[in-house]
Every structure is written in structure tokens, then in C-alpha cells.
């Protein structure tokens, strides 16, 4: 069965340092996809970067890095110089059968981020 | 096109009282999706749909949640007899197809937050 796990319910880390968010996903499938969503205190779930099963190199999106370890189904994401407005939970997201039907994604319990100033 | 928006954002209902939310997609998007998120939880998928077609429900989509979109655009989820345990957070998003024929992010709206007395 598809399932996404985020161990870490919170996560600290001092203002303008690196931080990385754990996730690890499970899936019987050989295409997918990886996401990861931001949501800050007002509600909206933001799009921050995504991988591909099939590609390569690990996905970078400005400050956002997406850390993908194949063989250990781990799709970490990092977020380098941590600024406040960091602040928010993070959600890892699959989605399976990327060229068929279906799409929806499965979501882990996500982590809270706090950046300390 | 100024993203995927929903209304109302906040609604608070009777128990055993009907509830209609509407959700409009980034316009050329040919895919909306509907999920929920209760406290402190990842969002969990509802239903989606291609176009018009509703092509996949949940298991949690019980006989009192309906979902429609007639013309391929907005879409609206309707809860009939709501109950304490619906009280949640209603996520609508949507996507499109790549040129390559895979499916990429899923950009959200603001959500619904329904709270059921």
C-alpha cells in the first residue's frame, strides 16, 4: 500500500542555518511522483518542488532542495538559510502512475517548522 | 488567472443541516481535486475529476457527500445530514497534463473550514 511517513512532528532551527525534513515513502509502483507542500498558519497548502522517479538529479527550486535516495525510498527536503517566514508545516506528498489515470496524492502527517531569529 | 479559489472559506453548521462548497480551478486545468484535512493530519483524498467525468471517489466518501462538475470548470462539494465528525478543513486543487502526458503538481486553494455544531 502507498504510504508517506514524516517522523518528526516538530523541528527546530536557528534563523539563517540549513534544515533538513525527513520523509520516507513506500509504493510497489515503479512510476511516481514527489512532492513537497508548505502550509503556513492561514491554511493554503503551497507547491515547493518536485521529483520524478525517473529523473536523475535531485530537484532544486531556489532555496528548496529535494534530497532523493532511491534505493531507501527517502525524499528529504532541505531548506538552506532558513529565514522566519519559513515558519510552517511541511508536508511530503506521493503521487503514483504518473502517465495513468489517477493522480491524487497521499499525504504524511507533516512537520512543523520553527525558525528561530 | 489568479489560482485555484473556493468559497465560502469559513462555515459553521447545525448538525443534520446540508452544506454546499464551490470550487473554481485555474482555468486551463482539466483536473480538480477534493480532499480533507482534519487537525493536525495531512490532507486525505476525496474525489477527482477529469473534465466533467468523476473518475475516483474514497472510501471516505460516504453516501452524503456528493460531488459534481457539470461544464468541466468550477466544482462543488455538497454534505447532506452533516455531522459533528465532518467538521474539517475542505482542500480544493487542480492540475493539468505536461507536455510530455504526466501529471505534475497540484496547485490548492485556500480551503473551506467547516465546523459543525
Known amino acids: 500500500a502507498q504510504k508517506i511517513t514524516q517522523t518528526q512532528p516538530g523541528m527546530f532551527v536557528q534563523e539563517k542555518e540549513a534544515v533538513t525534513l525527513d520523509c520516507t515513502y513506500d509504493?510497489?509502483?515503479?512510476?511516481?511522483?514527489l512532492f513537497w507542500y508548505k502550509q503556513p498558519s492561514s491554511g493554503e497548502m503551497i507547491f515547493l518542488i518536485y521529483?520524478?522517479?525517473?529523473?536523475?538529479q535531485n530537484a532544486t527550486e531556489g532555496r528548496y532542495s529535494l534530497n532523493f535516495q532511491k534505493a531507501r525510498k527517502s525524499a528529504n527536503l532541505v531548506i538552506s538559510a532558513s529565514q522566519l517566514g519559513d515558519s510552517a508545516m511541511y508536508f511530503c506528498?506521493?503521487?503514483?502512475?504518473?502517465?495513468?489515470?489517477?493522480?491524487?496524492?497521499?499525504f504524511g502527517q507533516g512537520t512543523e517548522l520553527s525558525v528561530k531569529p | 488567472d489568479t489560482g485555484v479559489s473556493q468559497d465560502p472559506r469559513h462555515k459553521i453548521t447545525k448538525r443534520g443541516q446540508n452544506v454546499t462548497f464551490r470550487c473554481d480551478p485555474i482555468?486551463?486545468?482539466?483536473?480538480l481535486y477534493w480532499y480533507r484535512q482534519t487537525l493536525g493530519q495531512g490532507p486525505e483524498f476525496l474525489t477527482y475529476?477529469?473534465?466533467?467525468?468523476?473518475?475516483?471517489k474514497s472510501r471516505l466518501l460516504s453516501d452524503r457527500f456528493s460531488a459534481e462538475r457539470p461544464k468541466g470548470s468550477f466544482s462543488t462539494l455538497e454534505i447532506q445530514r452533516t455531522e459533528q465528525g465532518d467538521s474539517a478543513m475542505y482542500l480544493c486543487?487542480?492540475?493539468?497534463?505536461?507536455?510530455?502526458?504526466?501529471?505534475?503538481?497540484?496547485?490548492f486553494g485556500p480551503g473551506t473550514r467547516l465546523t459543525v455544531t
Open positions: 521529483q520524478g522517479s525517473y529523473d536523475e
Open positions: 506528498a506521493m503521487r503514483e502512475a504518473l502517465y495513468n489515470q489517477g493522480g491524487k496524492l497521499i
Open positions: 475529476f477529469q473534465n466533467e467525468a468523476q473518475l475516483e
Open positions: 509504493t510497489s509502483d515503479q512510476s511516481y511522483g
Open positions: 486543487a487542480s492540475s493539468s497534463r505536461t507536455g510530455g502526458g504526466d501529471l505534475r503538481e497540484q496547485y
Open positions: 482555468s486551463e486545468h482539466n483536473r
